[in-house]
């Protein structure tokens, strides 16, 4: 007998968008992109305004989105509010503190390429707005569980890693697939500071890439990614602590040999590298059994892989001597 268990975060389908309102918001854009002289002053307005810089109105890929939600993937709870996702943000090229989505608008979005390479059939450079040409866009809502202990609800749209994986052609002999955030000192003043070993750096196994969660988002609550949250591209990997989900990726090389993160090569006994979460295994600094959740007064219980476990346990299966857990 086929029994279908609901997961955890599954909303009624009553409470998803209806798709009339997606069309209607989608129609509203167009219009929008359509004005130069509204886009003009919201760009204008950007700068000092977190939410106008976030709306990404001055993306040259503003009008493909809001793209059509994927209602396979529900929360459990409201979605964060747009004006705290976008200015409570760790993007440590830009300074150390939560507070740097006024500084992150200097990053140059355009023109912006990412590099496919190592082991893969031919190594290549793609554009990214012909590698948004060239995947199917979908918005998905997901938790964002940082290993500090507060976590989020987002709206990211964007398409699945293994889409990107099959356009790159890795060889059978590929293991890991590494990200590479881009290093320019001159904008990213936080890579001035010669203790970190920048650039920052990721790594997934090609099965964690190729799981149907791992996500490559490239908008934020209908628009654009907003610069301070990863722009143009960033990864989403939600049953992984937020430090995996590296942002404003140059380059995916697919490797024989496991690839050294940013924070494991900083101190690997806190930052391993499969940071799956689980409520029982405490960073040295932060309990994780439970999260501070953005934007209310509550403190819930952390659930073992955020909750993802049904989608995602089984790429651990017989690994239990891995530290996959920080
Ligand atoms: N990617 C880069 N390149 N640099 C960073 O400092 N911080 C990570 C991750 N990706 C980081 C990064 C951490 S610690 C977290 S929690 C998330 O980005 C935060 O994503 P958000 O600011 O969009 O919430």
Request: hydrophobic share 30%; proline share 19%.
């Given at each position: 007998m086929l029994i279908k268990r609901k997961r955890g975060w599954e909303l009624p389908e009553s409470q998803a968008t209806p798709e009339s309102v997606y069309l209607q918001r989608r129609r509203l854009m167009q219009g929008l992109a359509a004005g130069p002289l509204l886009l003009g002053a919201a760009a204008l307005a950007g700068r000092g305004n977190p939410l106008a810089a976030a709306t990404?109105?001055?993306?040259?890929?503003?009008?493909?989105?809001?793209v059509k939600q994927n209602m396979r993937y529900r929360l459990d709870r409201e979605i964060t509010d747009e004006s705290l996702a976008t200015t409570y943000n760790n993007f440590y090229e830009f300074g150390s503190s939560k507070n740097i989505w006024r500084e992150a608008q200097?990053?140059?979005?355009?023109?912006w390429s990412v590099a496919i390479g190592g082991l893969v059939e031919k190594p290549f450079e793609i554009g990214i707005d012909e590698l948004l040409a060239k995947m199917p866009l979908e918005e998905r809502l997901y938790r964002h569980r940082c290993v500090e202990a507060w976590s989020m609800a987002v709206p990211w749209s964007g398409f699945a890693l293994g889409e990107l994986v099959k356009l790159a052609k890795p060889l059978s002999s590929a293991k890991y697939v590494k990200m590479v955030t881009l290093e320019d000192r001159d904008v990213m003043s936080?890579?001035?500071?010669?203790?970190?070993?920048?650039p920052y750096v990721e790594g997934l196994t090609m099965a964690e890439a190729t799981n149907e969660l791992a996500f490559i988002a490239t908008g934020l609550y209908g628009k654009p990614m907003p610069k301070q949250n990863g722009a143009p591209l960033r990864l989403a990997v939600p049953w992984k602590y937020g430090f995996k989900s590296i942002k404003s990726i140059v380059a995916f090389e697919f490797t024989e040999e496991r690839p050294v993160s940013f924070w494991e090569e900083i101190q690997a006994r806190e930052y391993g590298f499969w940071a799956n979460v689980n409520p029982e295994v405490p960073h040295p600094r932060w309990s994780q059994a439970t999260e501070r959740v953005l934007g209310t007064d509550e403190k819930v219980p952390t659930l073992l892989y955020n909750g993802y476990g049904d989608y995602v346990a089984g790429l651990y299966a017989g690994m239990e001597g891995e530290k996959l857990f920080m």
């Open positions: 990404g109105d001055a993306d040259p890929s503003a009008e493909l989105y809001p200097d990053l140059p979005i355009r023109p936080g890579q001035r500071a010669g203790w970190y070993p920048w």
